[in-house]
């Protein structure tokens, strides 16, 4: 093993003293930065359009000119909207707060003097809590979700306005408004199934109820922003899971050159007449490109934490992530479930760079090996889809229609009844032939 | 010193077939401690197969390989521990420097001190350039190095393909002298390869001459100078008159030109001495103004390693 390991080192030293791994290490380190500095440019734009003036001589101008227009088309209910903007007009500067998004949600059905005097209680009172306690009476029992937002302000002090917690209390009350309708079709408006509606019902209560202003996740696309519109460096961090196939593209190029150079440079024949078995040397090889794979990895992950944070802010460092199963949240690092998303994504790079190892060995071609492998790395999911959609069954034993555990495990594979097991199982088979090809090409043939 | 009686390395009835061509033809020959064994013949004889194959590069088809007693086939691992070599060029990791080249076969073999790294490099004389990276090398420096790095741990025994290629003539001569020094001195069974026959009087204690895939004999150099001794010996007389000279000397069975104005016979081996101080004391009696009568040296090992291997073309074979 001391022997194995002394082989690993020769290799890591012809590795980094190459310019080119150099080079690649800089570019990897070089992409986490322009990811972040992307993240930071997109944050600014947005707070540039969210300052954009609200509520001030403009806002007065917007509001007469939608008097205009509504006693121009004279929609149903205009008169109660016209009561509306005068009241926004008199009362600008406290319209700022929740009372303008209060009054836009009046129901229209109200009729004129029942909503005067909503109007009158949301513009006119001074004390929140009065508002809301009065609205609570006012609300039908049918609207759950509301009844129990404005009790839960009252009982918890959370006066409406801008704050982290309106974005979650209006998530669970929208959810309770329409539990019935769940309770009637499996499925809501966007999709989601009530489990999962449940689900995102107790995340936000948990974190109401543990004050984190700011919690992770799992979210189907990778964005910058989290689910209430926060640019945190969390999100930054996740949308560089983006970036794991360039780590693939560049440890295809040392795995390419790994075997295939030593012949090239005819240093081969001084590797073998060395009292060490062919296939040590290969595995020790082998390892190297490997771990070196997993060292850019860990690079990206190292250089994400302060690049992100100094792009969009630490704010959200100490943020944990949420998990919920059957209504039970759990608590879990943010930094796992981080790294788990970039260990997920490797495992395409892991057989990609197997490939080159193994074409590289078989034909001792570098630029062969590397070009084979990039064009499957890049063409290889396109070409199982397009077999998928051809209702070509035999595809779904290739190696690509099964190179995206996440979403097979989230039961949306390529094909039917495609499961985790089978994928593990053909993504093991063909990292078996790639392995036994490489020793073959390497033990076997002459020098 | 290791004990001469018992061969280092052994070979018996080596064949190789690469594709459909049989390159190696039943090879057998022993090498010893203490010896530089050189191994000749003409380009494309199977050398470097050989060579190849003695270092496990490539496989053998039939025959056994014994270094110090371990079949290198049975017992690869212990069978290599012996063994130190060059094959074809020394090509090393360019963009390492010479010193970071040798750390990298120190690793792959076991116990390589610091110590020893820096002695092999004075014995190569590499100690002031050992730092510069190998791409800034000349040949004959890698050469060097590549004598290093088989040196390194001490082998018993050493396999040098064609180590003369490209060296200038001090550097073939540097590189004679630590090939000398580690088999007489070191008791390190030294194999060289070449297909100059010159190159092998200089430097071997014992010459196997192959052709054509097939180890045609081994020899000492004393018995290979030996054969160099002919039946006919050839005087060129140098003299005023040369047809008059021609005419005067009288010898039944002696070949007699005139070549450019030199007096060329070609006489028995046999009483040769006796047979050119009559001819000279002839020509002085009979007026001839007699300048020089030299005697040359018919064939040189060089023909004899010719005619070896023509021979064997042929099918000949053997000498006798």
Redesign the interface.
Known sequence: MAKFFRLVHNEYIKTFKKLSTRIMFVLVVLAAVGLSGIAALTKTEYERWDSMPYGSPEGEDSYRAEIDWEENTKTPGWENRVKMYEYLIEYGENAEDFRADMAYELPDSLGTDEYEEYLDLIFKEKDWKNILGTMLEKTDDSQKGTKWEYQYRIDNDICPGNTWKDELISTVADIRNSEDLFDENLFDENGGDRQAAKNEEAIALYRLENDLEYANVDSAELSFTDESGNFTMWQAMITAANLVPLVGLLIIVIAGNSVASEFSQGTIKFLLINPVKRWKILMSKYFTVLSVGYIMLAILYVVMIPASGIAVGFDAFSAPFLSCTNGVVTEGSSFLWVAKAYLLNSISIVIMATLAFAVSSLLRSSAFSIGISVFFMLAGTGIAELLANLKMDWARYLVFSNMNLTSIAEGNPMFAHQTLGFAIGVIIAHMAVFILTAWDGFVRREV | MENNSQALLRISNLNKT?GKRQILHDISFEAYSGEVFGFLGPNGAGKTTTI?II?????LDEGEIYIDGSEINKN??????N???I???P??????TGK?NL???A????NITEERINEVVETVKLANRINDKISKYSLGMRQRLGVA?AILHRPKLLILDEPTNGLDPAGIKELRDILKHLAHDEGVCVIVSSHLMSEMELMCDRVGIIANGKMLGVYTMEELVSQTADEKREYHIHADDPEKALRTIDLPDADKSIDDGIVKIKIGAENADENIYRINKELIVSGVKLYTVTAVETKKLEDVFIQLTADDQEGGGQIG
Do not use: H, S, T
């Open positions: 690469i190849k270092v496990g590069l490539l496989g690869f691992e212990k069978a290599m521990a063994v130190g070599g094959v074809e060029n090509e090393m990791y360019k963009y390492l970071q750390m990298q076969y690793r792959m073999r076991d790095q």
